[in-house]
């Protein structure tokens, strides 16, 4: 049984990565640090809600990090950036069961 939301503590992780990776090398290394952290059962992308902000820039809400239109999306902020290395904070969580059999139901499937 898992912990209550209000119980539960974030684990940080660093990743180092440059402005012209691609959308497949980053959706790996998302992977590859959600597994560290929380060794799920089935790792699948479509599992977690994945936002990015950019501190003074985009608001702490952030933007949805889910494919690679919204990774083009930013990259575009980062290359707008003074900074030579620019840091982009990311927030995964974890879907919940309960919200993953509402959308089954709404879409019938």
Do not use: F
Not at 19 to 47: C, G, Q, R, T, Y
Not at 70 to 97: C, F, Q
């Amino acid at each position: 049984m898992s912990k209550p939301v209000s119980k539960q503590l974030p684990k940080c992780h660093t990743i180092q990565l440059t402005l012209d990776e691609p959308w497949d090398m980053v959706e790996a290394w998302l992977l590859v640090k959600i597994n560290l952290s929380l060794k799920p059962k089935v790792l699948e992308i479509k599992d977690y809600d994945i936002i990015y902000h950019i501190l003074h820039i985009l608001p702490k809400l952030g933007i949805h990090l889910s494919d690679n239109s919204d990774y083009e999306g930013l990259l575009g902020h980062a290359h707008n950036l003074t900074s030579k290395m620019p840091t982009m904070n990311i927030t995964i969580v974890e879907r919940s069961k309960e919200e993953d059999k509402e959308n089954d139901v709404q879409t019938g499937v």
